[in-house]
C-alpha cells in the first residue's frame, strides 16, 4: 500500500484545515488508518486512528473534540478534519496503515507510511 497525504497549509488560530490520505494498492478496507504528527526534535505522536470498517475511532487527549478521522473505503481514502486549530497543532502530519483488526496507537503497530504534509497554525 502506498499513501499521499496532501491538504497541508497555513491556517490563522481557530480555523479549519482538511488533510486528506489516498491509498493506491491492494487491501485499503483491511487496514486501520492513522495519523501522527512529526517534527523535528520531536518524538512522533499518535493523533487518531479509525478502524477498518470506519466504527472506531481513537483520538489523542490533545485533539479530542477538535479533530475528526473519517474513510471512504469505497475512495481508498482517509481524511482528518482539524476545527479550531492552535498554534501547537503546527506540524507535519503523516499518514499511516496498521494490517490489524483493532484501532491501535503506537507507531511501531504501522507498516506503511505516507510522506508528510505540514500545517501551519499562524497566531
Known amino acids: 500500500v502506498q499513501l499521499q497525504a496532501s491538504g497541508g497549509g497555513l491556517v490563522q488560530t481557530g480555523g479549519s484545515r482538511r488533510l486528506s490520505c489516498a491509498a493506491s494498492g491492494r487491501g485499503f478496507s483491511t487496514y486501520v488508518m492513522g495519523w501522527f504528527r512529526h517534527a523535528p526534535g520531536k518524538e512522533r505522536e499518535f493523533v487518531a486512528a479509525i478502524s477498518f470498517r470506519g466504527r472506531g475511532t481513537y483520538y489523542a487527549d490533545s485533539v479530542k473534540g477538535r479533530f475528526t478521522i473519517s474513510r471512504d473505503n469505497a475512495a481508498n481514502t482517509v481524511y482528518l478534519q482539524m476545527n479550531s486549530l492552535k498554534p501547537e497543532d503546527t506540524d507535519v502530519y503523516y499518514c499511516?496503515?496498521?494490517?490489524?483488526?483493532?484501532?491501535?496507537?503506537?507507531?511501531?503497530?504501522?507498516?506503511?507510511w505516507g510522506q508528510g504534509t505540514l500545517v501551519t497554525v499562524s497566531s
Open positions: 499511516a496503515a496498521a494490517p490489524t483488526n483493532r484501532v491501535v496507537t503506537r507507531p511501531s503497530e504501522y507498516v506503511y
